[in-house]
């Protein structure tokens, strides 16, 4: 299965910089690794036109859970799915401490993600005081089961998910791979548990402080399906080096 280099540039993107981002990624060539940009809301209909015909998705960093209404400052999964998104990440660690997202919530976002057509990428991690006190499995296993819906519409759940340590997200600290291979190992078996065959496809990127110099040893790791990428996702040369890392 090829793996997906995920771009996450949450609030960075005014034109001229979505612009010098999306530029060069439209000129990349081809790659073995899927790229998906996921710009603020502001820049998807624009970087969407932009890359029309590349091959790059675009996603959006977050939905509500009800397709329209009374909810000022929100976007639905269908008004992405409207400006030309394919993807939206769901349940960032910043969504949930910023925002007091909870699992039930980024549960509802994610079958209304589903519904819209758009694939969702849910992201769980634990932070380092719930990795000190051994408690990283039991974390990131309560909220795959809390986050994911059971089925959709009679199939089975069709995401993605990214694993990301909230300690390693720009901190420039990485997971160890074999704190990676652990972690990923723990999630497939989760995934295939509730969702047989389909959970055996999912890919699980992991996300936290990838760069350049950490990306091939990290996309080696078993049950690594890609990387999602904050930081570096901002600097096209950065984004492609990590999307061509051997
Ligand atoms: C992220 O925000 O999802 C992320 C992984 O950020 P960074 O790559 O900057 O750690």
Redesign the pocket.
């Known amino acids: 299965m090829r793996q997906l280099i995920a771009g ?1 540039w ?1 609030m960075h993107g005014l034109t001229a910089e979505a612009e010098s981002i999306v530029g060069p990624l439209r000129h990349a060539g081809v790659l073995e690794r899927d790229l998906l940009v996921c710009p603020p809301a502001t820049q998807i209909a624009a970087t969407v036109r932009m890359l029309a015909g590349s091959g790059v998705g675009v996603g959006g960093q977050d939905c509500h859970a009800a397709t329209h209404g009374a909810h000022t400052g929100d976007i639905s999964a269908p008004m992405l799915r409207d400006a030309g998104a394919q993807y939206v990440i769901l349940g ?1 660690s910043e969504r949930r401490q910023d925002h007091g997202e909870t699992d039930p919530q980024i549960r509802a976002k994610t079958q209304a993600a589903q519904a819209a057509g758009l694939r969702p990428i849910v992201c769980v991690g634990e932070t380092d005081a719930e990795r000190q006190v051994d408690r990283a499995f039991a974390v990131v296993g309560a909220q795959l089961l809390g986050s994911l819906p059971d089925s959709f519409t009679g199939g089975a759940f069709d995401g993605i998910v990214a694993y ?1 340590p909230i300690w ?4 420039g600290r990485t997971a160890t791979e074999a704190d990676v291979a652990a972690m990923h190992l723990f999630i497939r078996s989760e995934l295939t548990r509730r969702f047989g065959a389909a959970g055996q496809a999912t890919l699980i990127l992991y ?4 760069r350049p110099t950490n990306a091939a040893a990290l996309l080696a790791v078993p049950h690594v399906g890609g990387a ?5 996702s901002l600097k096209a040369e950065d984004f492609l080096a990590i999307a061509r890392a051997k």
């Open positions: 996450n949450k960032h990301e390693a997200i720009g901190t996300g936290g402080s990838v999602l990428v904050g930081g570096a």
